[in-house]
């Protein structure tokens, strides 16, 4: 392990008071940096203009060594001035201050109580959490102020947290939802290179279901050409729906500025034959064209009934009765990704 304090203009560049930076020598976490702050606020507020389903949010980390090639989070990391590309998935800003934070936060008397969404920026089940523990100490936290939530996630490390996800929703609102866009392996190992397999990340789902946490899977990204030919739709959601999901949502892949350059890059590289064929689809913009959105939504919604699986009812997490009852919460409908959380 080799950790420094940083100079001013380092500490400056996070707007914290003090950064430390360690890199540790396990294969884990090798060519890795993380930098350690002391956050001012945790809980954000959603901007105004989002299209996000919830207003309040919660990420103890910046930077995700999930390294999804298409993540929408990337831009975030240019706020902070580091790289959007490689810099995103190595350099790992962690906020070692997140439970007490919030604790604080949580008893603040403008603070109403309201519904918190976790996993909305970047992961918070990264491999990171499993050195840095924060999540127990945030659940807890919420837990005892009987204080809504949701998370989203790729990772499996959430099952760590499983006592203390059931105690939380024995008290309020907790809804989880797994994220897996495809069951295809050799897509997954090049674009979600570090993350969990997709049928690893069902096993989190099942687990939870049988455990009396009801889970939906957030199907995203659904991406063009490469994981969208009707076998892979179906696949995709017979394994979801085998896994015992509550829901599934559908959510085709978008590029932000940020991911674009990445995604597409990455592609040249991959896929060369397609390039053109995504500098079409995505001509207008971020988003592929709403026909697209349609067809494969449609789709996914009919493989979800003829395998016995409906979409997402609400955006917000629902009450979860203690097991062995079966809940019934919602998926956040987004990819980690999306607003801009400052530190
Ligand atoms: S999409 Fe989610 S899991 Fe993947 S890199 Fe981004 S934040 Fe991490």
Redesign the pocket.
């Given at each position: 392990m080799r950790w420094d304090n940083l100079t001013a203009d380092d500490a400056a560049l996070f707007g914290a008071d003090a950064v430390t930076t360690r890199t540790f020598d396990t294969p884990e976490f090798r060519g890795i940096t993380f930098h350690e702050i002391r956050a001012k606020s945790i809980v954000n507020r959603v901007p105004g203009a989002s299209r996000m389903p919830f207003e309040w949010t919660v990420n103890p980390y910046r930077g995700?060594t999930?390294?999804?090639v298409?993540?929408?989070?990337r831009k975030t990391h240019s706020y902070l001035d580091l790289d959007t590309g490689l810099g995103f998935d190595s350099q790992i800003v962690v906020k070692v201050n997140a439970p007490e934070l919030l604790r604080r936060q949580l008893t603040a008397r403008r603070w109403h109580g309201d519904h918190i969404a976790m996993g909305t920026n970047?992961?918070c089940y990264?491999r990171a959490e499993g050195r840095y523990r924060l999540m127990p100490g945030i659940i807890a936290a919420l837990r005892d102020h009987a204080n809504p939530f949701s998370i989203l996630t790729?990772g499996t490390l959430i099952l760590r947290d499983l006592d203390l996800l059931r105690q939380a929703a024995e008290v309020t609102e907790v809804g989880i939802s797994v994220?897996v866009g495809f069951t295809d392996h050799s897509l997954w190992r090049t674009v979600?290179p570090?993350?969990p397999a997709p049928e690893r990340r069902l096993e989190v789902v099942r687990t939870l279901t049988d455990n009396g946490i009801g889970c939906g899977v957030l199907m995203a990204p659904v991406i063009p050409f490469l994981g969208d030919s009707p076998d892979q739709l179906r696949a995709t959601v017979r394994a979801i729906a085998a896994s015992g999901a509550t829901s599934v949502t559908p959510l085709v892949l978008h590029l932000r500025p940020g991911a674009r350059e990445w995604f597409m890059a990455w592609l040249a590289e991959h896929h060369p034959h397609l390039v053109r064929r995504y500098e079409r689809l995505y001509a207008e913009g971020a988003y592929a064209p709403k026909w697209y959105q349609r067809r494969i939504t449609r789709h996914v919604h009919e493989l979800a009934q003829e395998y016995g699986i409906g979409p997402a009812h609400s955006a917000r997490a629902r009450r979860i009765t203690p097991p062995p009852a079966a809940p019934s919460p919602a998926a956040p409908a987004t990819?980690?990704?999306t607003q801009l959380t400052l530190l």
């Open positions: 995700c999930h390294a999804c298409y993540c929408f989070a970047v992961d990264q790729k994220s979600e570090g993350t990819e980690h990704s």
